[in-house]
Every structure is written in structure tokens, then in C-alpha cells.
């Protein structure tokens, strides 16, 4: 799990691409040499957050450099979503570099349940 709490802020910002199908909201991140250790995804009032870090592979101290042109570090993108997202229908997965994320829609006139409760009464 990435650690939320570096001082160092981001540096870093992975391309990514929203797009929407008929039944879902499709997020593709570009995080080549990142492991599903290193990302952290969570979903709250409709805004995606997407956390982690690309860790060098090689020792900064011990390696000469003569250029550095791909990105190291730790990375936050925020995607705000619509409000038909399915908060519940929510998958991710990292392949060959790309974590995908596929966000539900919620069903088009969908009965929601709402229950009925006395007052003064707790939820159980």
C-alpha cells in the first residue's frame, strides 16, 4: 500500500483518459513500473482519487545519470464523476502498465429501498 502520508507531494502526473460507454465510465491511467502495492484507488462524493508512487529502479546515489526524462515519484490524480456512477460497481485492475477502472452507471429508473423506521429508532 502507498504511503499517503510522504512530504514530498507529487511530482509526477500518469496520462490518463475518461471515456463512457452505455452502462459504465472507463478511466485508464498509463503507470508503467508501478505495482498494484504502490496504488491506492478510493471513491467518495462522486470524485475518483487515485494515489501512488513510481519508485526509480536503480539507487539515485549510487548511479550516474546523463538523463532523466521519464517520471519518478509520488502521483494523485482526481477525477470528479457524474452522478449516475454505481458507487457499488466499482472495478479495478493493472495490466501491462494500465490501471483500468471501470465505474457502473446506475440503472435508469432503478427502484431504490428506502426503509421505514420509527423515530428515536437506530439502524440495524
Known sequence: MYNRNSNLGPSWQPALD????????????EVPGVSTSEIDVDLA??????VGEKRRPYEAN??????????YGPFERKV???????PE??????EKGVL?????????GAAVHIPVKRRGESEE
Open 45 to 50: 462524493n462522486n470524485i475518483l482519487t487515485i
Open 80 to 86: 470528479q464523476l457524474p452522478e449516475d456512477i454505481d
Open 89 to 94: 460497481a466499482v472495478e479495478a485492475t493493472l
Open 18 to 29: 475518461v471515456s463512457e460507454t452505455a452502462e459504465a465510465y472507463l478511466i485508464h491511467l
Open 62 to 71: 549510487s548511479t550516474r545519470m546523463y538523463r532523466i526524462e521519464r517520471g
Open 100 to 108: 483500468t477502472l471501470r465505474i457502473a452507471k446506475r440503472a435508469e
